[in-house]
């Protein structure tokens, strides 16, 4: 039987994705059914199967629902708090009386390939209690000093604000691209039918770049759910768990606690909290 050429061109990078993708994911999920640990780690023999009892005691573990909700609660508020901020850069941008365009791109993009770990040095020092800059601030309209990062109701919203700044400019980049491809003579023709700014926005530029939404938002909650870096850095979970995200949740029971089976039981309910939400996201862009 004669295979198709193209079979051969494409055979490297399949191999490649079942070995280093696929076989891993089947591994992971495989180890969720068990109870790995430290000691099966050192002697094999003591791992067990133990069937869905990682799952059964994620329902009954507080600290699994507290990351969930934390979870949720950054990604209900960030998320669209970061779509919006990120349309709205790309609207300011992509204006034709915006001038040095190109030196505005990068300069917006910047905090998305800066490191964390400096970007993190910055913001706790702008968060800093005593002599934080958005303290002082706050200070001259009268307003006392906030705990950013040691007070468990402004936690989550500093982290959220950190994040917001940090990757905005990735989902901005997308925009201005969308806005780019929408022909110019819809706006000269609204224009001369008397359409205002605003009913050119509404009924021009938002229809058009319904596929363009879908792909930020879908991107954005895949991004959101995985929140790790920003809470392992700024406040290790802290204070009380405020922070504590799934991800990392994962990662200490992982990696700190080795219980490695347990952390791929979590791993997998993100994984069906992530493909559920990109298939409504799907969804409400088809009706």
């Known amino acids: ?29 495989a180890l969720s059914f068990t109870d790995f640990d430290i000691y099966a780690l050192a002697d094999i023999r003591r791992l067990r199967f133990v069937g869905l ?17 934390n979870t949720l609660y950054f990604v209900v508020v960030s998320g669209p708090l970061s779509v919006l901020v990120s349309l709205a850069a790309a609207l300011l941008v992509n204006h034709r009386l915006t001038p040095f365009k190109g030196l505005f791109r990068t300069l917006l ?28 601030l706050l200070g001259g309209f009268g307003i006392e000093p906030v705990d950013w990062l040691g007070d468990p109701d402004w936690a989550m919203p500093a982290i959220i604000l950190m994040a917001v700044w ?36 509404l009924y021009i530029t ?35 768990g405020s922070t504590l995200s799934l991800a990392l949740l994962m990662y200490q029971q992982g990696f700190r606690w080795w219980n490695l089976g347990y952390a791929a039981a979590i791993a ?4 069906g909290l992530v493909g559920s939400t990109t298939v409504f996201l799907a969804l409400i862009r088809r009706k």
Not at 5 to 16: D, G, I, M, R
Not at 61 to 69: E, M
Not at 110 to 133: D, K
Not at 174 to 196: R, T
């Open 1 to 29: 039987m004669r295979r198709n050429p193209a079979f051969w061109f494409v055979a490297p990078a399949l191999t490649l994705l079942a070995v280093f993708f696929f076989l891993p994911v089947a591994a992971a999920f």
């Open 166 to 201: 940090k990757n905005f400019g990735f989902n901005m980049i997308v925009f201005i691209a969308g806005l780019q491809s929408i022909p110019e003579s819809l706006y000269e023709a609204a224009s001369i039918d008397g359409a205002g700014a605003r009913q050119q926005f």
């Open 109 to 136: 993009f910047l905090p998305v390939v800066t490191t964390l770990v400096a970007v993190a040095v910055v913001w706790r020092y702008l968060y800093q209690p005593r002599y934080g800059i958005l303290n002082h």
């Open 268 to 271: 997998f309910v993100l994984f």
């Open 206 to 240: 938002l229809p058009l770049l319904a596929p363009t939404f879908l792909f930020v938002a879908v991107i954005t909650v895949i991004g959101h759910f995985q929140l790790f870096a920003e809470p392992y850095v700024m406040t290790q979970g802290g204070p009380a």
């Open 53 to 69: 009892d990682n799952y059964r005691r994620l329902l009954g573990d507080p600290q699994f629902w507290q990351a969930l909700r």
